[in-house]
């Protein structure tokens, strides 16, 4: 006996000893190959090698954890697992990325520079907490803002991964319930890249610093309900509430309304259904009422919140008087897709096709548990909860989408996806359980594994933007940055841009980080490129083009908006001069139509 358990400790020690040789195989195959220049995309770009030893680190993880014969084991297997995925949301910062954020990520980094060189309060900011720990890194680590927020994103997914794994063997208790957790975050279901990234974004951060709040609730509901005064775990609850308010007031709004209807139901229960184990669960009316005050307070000071609500709200109404544009939105981004010879329906299957199951799995649970009696013992009566949750976020996701706020309401999904992947972590956890009652347990790892696999390859093909999902890297690169404060620092003040698509407005704020959004410039499209830039102004114009537009706009947009033809005919129009370019950046003056005039008379 005793030899046959050393001789599998060795086994396992063998095999995790592989993984680990192979993950750093992995960094090494990846830091060897750095960036040279803009990347459309982030998976095309990484060496081959980098994905065959990353998959074997992970079925080590997965195999090790599963087969684990001390909890020791399942621990290092996991850990593995982790830092396997660690490397994979840091792969920009391996591979020597300069940034990697377009959009809100170019301001937010802009924002951490002025707060780090004093140019402004961090509670000037709606959302400052993002901002503070990056900095705080920068400052105590001695790194560059910019990469400290690349870092800030790789520890907050690291939290994602542990906190789901823990609330998932919180609720069901099993030996596959740490396992299935884990590689259920290891999804990163949050993410869609509509309006959620992997990027340095306030709210798809929050959103994935939420986990640690779902866990302390669980935690704290299942605290003794005659425990009325504060202990240690309300207290650290209580704390995280809070700073999701500073994370994001918007999240901690959402989450409010979760806790919210959770209030209701153990009300319900307690007056209805007192044999239930919800009657037996602390209440959260205490933590929801500081969770309102703390948010109303720091809303106070920042009116852009409620006025999003009452805009949300009036918009919403409308759509169901008559005349909203919800409909239209969607029409119009199917016309888009349809344009370049894409349905709408296989976008949405490659996006959320993973996040569909795992919708699935969890409506087998709520079913399980209703049906089953010794179900909702073992899962302590936990998922009600997240059921009460759903409906209330998905009210606000309705809310959101008649009332045509697009970014918001794949916002709200995110959070919701959140509670999916611990709901759907805890219907497979029971499954596999039960599978291991009647089957062999070489089946039963098979079948996780083979599945796992097939669901992780498809998830995690989708957590960074790529022409596979027809949209472009948030690649930024030194030259590019440099070619933007160049033009700044050189231009004629009296001269604005025009842009291909968004233009030079966050790079603006990147690099000056002014507390207010710098002004959207004119974008000019394909159809007047073609017509002659300089017909299209009276006054003379800037146009910034980089190689991140031309590939973004020929290869992952297909030539929806610009031709390359027209892209490439810029620089031969008439009236149209080169003014700077290195290789990445080319800046053009444009000389407008009445300066023209002028000068022909």
Known sequence: MAHARSRSTLGESTLLALGFLALTGAVLAAHSAPATGYELSLYSSTPLSFWALLGCALFVSLLGALRATTDWYRWLALGLGGVSMATFVGLPVVRGYRFYGAGDALTHLGWMRSIQSGAFSPIELRYPALHLVTTFLSVTVGIDLAQAALLVIIALSCLFFAFVALSTSLI??????????????????????????????????????????????????????????????????????????????????????????????????????????????????????????????????????????????????SYFVGGGAAAEA????????????????????????????????????????????????????????????????????????????????????????????????????????????????????????????????????????????????????????EGYQTTFENKDENVTFTAIRGGPSRYEDAIYGDLERTQKYDAIYGEAIADGIPQQYAEDRYLVMTRADREREVVAYRELRYSRSQLDSISSQTGVSRVHSNGEYTLYYVRGAADGEETTA
């Open 172 to 317: 069901f208790q099993s030996r596959f319930s740490t396992v299935v957790g884990a590689f259920s975050a290891f999804l990163f279901l949050p993410i869609t890249t509509i309006h959620t990234f992997i990027v340095p974004h306030a709210m798809s951060q929050a959103i994935l610093f939420s986990s640690v709040s779902i866990f302390l609730l669980l935690k704290y509901l299942r605290s003794p309900a005659s425990l009325r005064s504060p202990s240690g775990m309300g207290m650290l609850f209580a704390l995280t509430s809070i700073a999701l308010v500073v994370y994001h007031p918007q999240l901690a709004a959402h989450v409010l309304v979760m806790f919210l209807g959770i209030t209701i139901l153990q009300f319900l229960y307690r007056r209805y259904r007192a044999d239930h184990p919800i009657a037996t669960h602390r209440p959260i009316a205490g933590q929801t009422v500081l969770l309102t005050a703390v948010f109303l307070a720091w809303i106070s000071k920042h009116g852009f919140f409620s006025d999003v609500f009452r805009y949300a709200l009036s918009s919403a109404t």
């Open 330 to 481: 969607v029409n119009s981004q199917g016309s888009s897709l349809s344009e370049i010879g894409v349905s709408l329906l296989e976008l949405v299957l490659k996006l959320l096709g993973p996040s569909l199951l795992f919708l699935f799995f969890a409506g087998v649970l709520v079913l399980w548990s209703v049906r089953n009696r010794d179900l909702t013992a073992r899962t302590s009566g936990l998922v009600p909860y997240f059921v009460v949750s759903l409906i209330a976020l998905a009210g606000v996701f309705a809310v959101y989408f008649f009332g045509s706020y697009s970014a918001m309401y794949f916002r709200v999904f995110g959070l919701m996806m959140v509670l999916v992947t611990i709901m759907g972590a805890v219907a497979i956890a029971h499954g596999t359980t039960a599978l291991s009652r009647n089957y062999r347990s070489t089946t039963v790892y098979s079948v996780s594994i083979v599945g796992f696999g097939i669901v992780l390859l498809l998830s995690l093909l989708v957590v960074f933007p790529s022409p596979y999902v027809y949209q472009s890297s948030p690649h930024i690169t030194d030259m590019s940055m």
